[in-house]
């Protein structure tokens, strides 16, 4: 079983004054060559934004990128004419293809919103830039993997153009379960949003890192409550 592990507190820092961002993956000044991706999943940024403010009209191509809010509301617009609201418990996920341009603001003029940025790389190049959003109940998570991204078209997540899956679940304090990979040859890669876990023998705090090939299924143990993303992606 490979395995690599990258502490919270390891992570980039750019502090814009108006952004706090904190890098998983070598992003923007941040750069590290041992810190590059894991597999297809180039980027995890961690972003506090304040009120009023965001990223302005900035174009992307053949990348997908998540957005899930935790804390508040982003306003996203973009050149398919989408404008949306997306809150904590929605997922947005872009297909950028052959090319889009898009903004997204924290929705709020006087709460900060803290989401995470993540960018897939696609498998397949220049095709039409898509957009999905939708909503997924807390509910449905606890103690258990609830799936939010999905390349199967007809699952109930958000369609995305790689082999990927993105789930999350919310443990209660002495629970346990299992993650199970969804395609043989893949990677996970764990990010805990909040909560002390112990995955596969690592133990594990708030937004560390944890990924691994793993050859079954990965046993997940909260010591209190807990709240993780896992991030199932090939690995080539």
């Known amino acids: 079983m490979t395995q690599i592990l ?3 507190a390891s992570r980039g820092l ?17 750069h590290d060559p ?25 174009p992307h191509q053949n990348m997908e990128i998540i957005s899930i809010p935790l804390v508040g509301a982003l306003r996203h617009q973009d050149s398919m004419g989408n404008k949306h ?29 803290n ?4 960018w897939i790389k696609p498998k397949e190049q220049d095709i039409p830039p898509r957009y999905g959003q939708q909503r997924f109940e807390r509910s449905e998570r606890r103690n258990r993997f609830q799936t939010l991204v999905s390349p199967e078209k007809e699952a109930a997540a958000i369609w995305i153009n790689q082999d990927a899956w993105l789930s999350m679940a919310s443990l209660e ?3 346990s379960l299992h993650y199970s990979p969804h395609q043989q040859g893949t990677g996970q890669y764990f990010f805990v949003i909040s909560g ?9 705090e708030p937004r560390d890192g944890f990924g691994l090939v793993a050859d079954g299924d990965v046993p997940i143990h909260a010591a209190g409550a807990a709240e993780v993303l896992c991030i199932e992606v090939a690995m080539k």
């Open 14 to 30: 750019a502090d814009h004054g108006w952004l706090l961002s904190r890098h998983t993956f070598s992003f923007a000044n941040y």
């Open 6 to 8: 990258h502490k919270a």
């Open 196 to 204: 002390q876990l112990t995955i596969a023998g690592q133990a594990l």
């Open 34 to 58: 041992e810190r590059m991706g894991f597999g297809l999943l180039r980027v995890i940024n961690d972003d506090i934004v304040q009120p009023g403010v965001g990223f302005d009209a900035h």
């Open 115 to 118: 989401f995470l940025q993540i």
């Open 173 to 175: 304090a002495g629970a």
């Open 85 to 113: 609201v997306i809150m904590a418990g929605d997922v947005q996920v872009m297909s950028a293809g052959a090319g889009l341009v898009h903004s997204e603001y924290n929705a709020s003029s006087s709460e900060e919103v």
